[in-house]
């Protein structure tokens, strides 16, 4: 069961999403459950109140509470929620980084590009559950990969930047290092074969797009704050794949 919230002071526009969604599920077999909200105060109470969902459908313009400002809040509370954009204004677009979306739509709702994202979004959700396994010190190690931001290799040493699985007490940092002695290449490889939210973007990085925080033609800035640098050759490479990642176009100067 996917849990989806739809979000749109426009009464038409949820309607159309809804019914898109559930003839999309009931076309792929896939059990979902939809709430609907006209504004974004209502559905960030309603989070904060300890509904959790799956996926979410946002508008951008809303009363009370826009729908940037509403992810923030749901990001403050670190809900790992996948999050698509529905407006009709892309000006919007380099504010939305800043809320790791995961895909934008645009209004009018094209019938198969809505179901092409939701069916990522479905993928992705089911990934949630899916680890990087590893060896060290003759210790066999699994990492969920929805918790990694980004692989980076240093001198034959692969080093795991992750999220924390539960916050401890005393300690300043909400990340988690793993390590073991390995390739980049092969972990790229790997990950290939089963996720494809991993961007090479350096001989030495391996990151994440769901942790993307912003992202410019030579760095990017991921959600833990580290800034990693984009090789010179992978830069063109790496914007276009972040683009369709993100389904935005790839600008006319990229």
């Known amino acids: 069961m996917i849990n989806i919230a739809i979000c749109d002071d426009d009464v ?3 309607a159309t999403i809804e019914e898109l969604l559930y003839k999309t599920a009931k076309e792929q077999g896939i059990k979902i459950n939809c709430a609907v909200f006209f504004d974004g105060f209502t559905l960030v109470e309603n989070i904060r109140q300890g509904t959790y969902y799956d996926l979410i459908y946002l508008d951008i313009e809303m009363r009370k509470v826009n729908g940037i400002s509403a992810a923030e809040l749901i990001r403050s509370m670190e809900i790992p929620a996948l999050i698509v954009y529905v407006s009709s204004y ?18 009018p709702i094209d019938g198969n590009r809505f179901r092409s994202v939701f069916m990522d979004a479905y ?16 210790e066999f190690i699994k990492v969920p990969l929805g918790r990694i931001y980004y692989f980076e290799s240093c001198n034959r040493v692969i080093y795991i930047h992750a999220v924390r699985n539960v916050r401890a007490e005393n300690t300043e940092s909400d990340e988690m ?16 074969d089963t ?12 990151v994440n797009f769901d942790y993307i925080k912003s992202m410019n033609f030579t760095n990017v800035t991921m959600s833990d704050g580290a800034m990693l640098q984009i ?14 990642m ?3 176009e790839v600008p006319d100067n990229g």
């Open 12 to 14: 038409s526009m949820t």
């Open 90 to 107: 892309e000006k919007y677009l380099k504010e939305l980084f800043n809320t790791e979306p995961f895909r934008f739509l645009s209004k």
């Open 123 to 138: 993928k992705r959700v089911r990934q949630k559950s899916e680890y990087f396994s590893f060896t060290y010190n003759k």
């Open 177 to 192: 290092e793993y390590r073991f002695y390995g390739k980049i290449n092969d972990v790229e490889k790997q990950l290939s």
């Open 195 to 206: 996720n494809v939210r991993f961007i090479r973007i350096h001989q030495s990085y391996l």
């Open 231 to 244: 090789s010179e050759d992978k830069q063109k490479k790496v914007r276009s794949q972040f683009c369709a």
């Open 246 to 248: 993100a389904g935005m």
